[in-house]
């Protein structure tokens, strides 16, 4: 992780600390070592500021996991599966946004913190659109070694309540919109239940009356 981008993220998160400190705290602490993106200890400080904010609204996730990747690494090597993972976190640390936190959780996991979304179905909508565009900036070919590999990932979205956000919840919804992409070989939102979808039917039938 650079100085600026430690820094950034330090600014986001409203903590005020000086580069150095911010970089020391953010590399030992909060940062995957291979990738250099955000781990799993910065994304649940990141939904805690979420649960704990006044904005309301809904907050989204996008959980990302490559297909066949085992294959890269028997077939490969686990050098060349580290410079693939190295590659594609870069490329989704390229993609982010503002509000937007690229997460490394696990092996060939990643995840997107898509920050505050709408409610209901315009919320849903641009959470699956912000899948399609990191599937295909990942899915672009990676040339290592004189091999030119290719490599998809299942995307799965999820979106709670900001209010009280439980971050397990969250990567739950997600994990199994997930799985459900990568049956079917396609993204995924997870049908919703308890109060989001009392907020998606409330904010569905505001949007069909003001239509």
Known sequence: M?????VLMATTLGWTASA???LHLFKRLHTDPLTGLGNRAILEIIAHRAAHSRRGGSVGLLLLDLDRFKAVND???HAVGNHV???LGARLAATRRHGEFPIRLHGD???????HLPHGARGRQLAARRAEQ???VLAEPITVAGTRLTIAASIGAHLLPAAGLPLPALLAGADAAMYSAKRGGRLSTLPTTGRLRDHQAHDDTSERESA
């Open 85 to 87: 993972l190295r590659v």
């Open 109 to 115: 996991e990643f995840a997107l913190w898509l920050g």
């Open 2 to 6: 650079t100085t600026t981008s430690a």
């Open 134 to 136: 990191i599937q295909r």
């Open 75 to 77: 077939t490969h090597g």
């Open 20 to 22: 150095g400190y911010a």
